[in-house]
């Protein structure tokens, strides 16, 4: 299946978090998909809130800008082409730290549903 951003929605998350998700795939879109990608984007000063995955693993992967994640209180800075992994039951929080959009892939394993995004 190929999936292209340009023909995917964009979602907006309601204040006091406002952020933009486009979903690539989840396991809703491909039934038992072994992973879920979503493409994220905060304008600058977005934050993310603070959340935990209890049994997946997350990996950010910068494409765009400078943001910061919080994993349980310590603070990673990811620029473009950096990765983070981000193991299950860590709390974590993001937010855009620079003059741009921050725009990174959400790669997370197993498959995640994406719902929650889809009814920003």
């Given amino acids: 299946m190929l999936f292209e951003k340009a023909k995917l929605i964009e979602y907006k998350?309601?204040?006091?978090?406002?952020?933009?998700a486009t979903i690539f795939f989840d396991n809703v879109t491909i039934p038992n998909a072994h992973m879920s990608i979503g493409y994220f984007r905060f304008e600058p000063g977005q934050i993310g809130p603070k959340h935990v995955h209890e049994e997946e693993v997350e990996v950010y992967y910068?494409?765009?800008g400078e943001g910061s994640v919080t994993i349980e209180g310590e603070v990673y800075i990811l620029k473009p082409n950096s990765a983070l992994y981000i193991p299950p039951k860590a709390y974590h929080e993001t937010k855009n730290i620079g003059?741009?959009?921050f725009e990174f892939l959400g790669i997370f394993a197993p498959a995640i549903n994406m719902d929650n995004m889809r009814n920003w």
């Avoid at 998350?13 to 933009?20: D, G, L, N």
């Fill in 62 to 64: 910068c494409l765009k």
């Fill in 13 to 20: 998350a309601p204040e006091p978090f406002t952020r933009y």
């Fill in 99 to 101: 003059d741009e959009d």
